[in-house]
């Protein structure tokens, strides 16, 4: 498990100005957290984290000398600048259900001849126990062919007893288009631009 150092952050200084001196800003929330703790994380420090972990990824998160268990709640990012904004960590609690979400990665895409592969869904929402996380599921579409389509129902955490799924498990993950289709089309398409 990743382990990130942060240290609380005075509130009389402005984020943008934190910014500027190389820090991301972000909060721990938690049952066992009076009101939720303010904290700064070194802007590298955060970068490298988020090189190997991400929304639902658990962390081990020292703030001044105290270590928590923590999850990555949310991470706010300005893309038109390439910059970490805030990362928001919930403090977990142990023998206490955590909402969170799991990020689907697809395997083998490439290996699909006979269709276009298509991910219509980015991450499941489930809850469970702190040593139950779940960072992320792996999907293989490497023997899918055109018209397969996998839903969240198909996949290993379905089953997982030890997690409640909160996603509608007859969500479709990822499905296989036909490409002849979608070629005719755009050449019809390219056919009625012409004609006008």
Known sequence: MNTLKAEKRDLSIKAKRLRREGFVTGNVFGR???????????????????????KGSQVMLEVDGQTYDALIKEVDYDSMKNQILEID???????????????????????????VVEQLLKEISYKALPEDLVEKVEVDTGNM???????????????????DLMTD??????TVFEVHNAEAAEAAEGEDQADK
Do not use: C, W, Y
Not at 89 to 115: D, M, P, R, Y
Not at 148 to 155: A, F, S, Y
């Open 32 to 54: 066992q957290i009076k009101d939720s703790m303010p904290i700064q994380i070194a802007e590298r420090e955060a970068e490298r984290l988020l090189k190997k972990s991400g």
């Open 89 to 115: 960590f919930q403090a977990l609690v142990k023998g206490e259900k955590v909402h969170s979400v799991a990020e689907i990665v697809l395997l083998n895409h490439e290996k699909v001849s006979t269709g």
């Open 145 to 163: 062919h055109a018209g397969d389509t996998i839903k969240v129902k198909d996949l290993p955490i379905a089953s997982n007893e030890k997690i």
């Open 169 to 174: 498990p007859e969500t479709a993950v990822v």
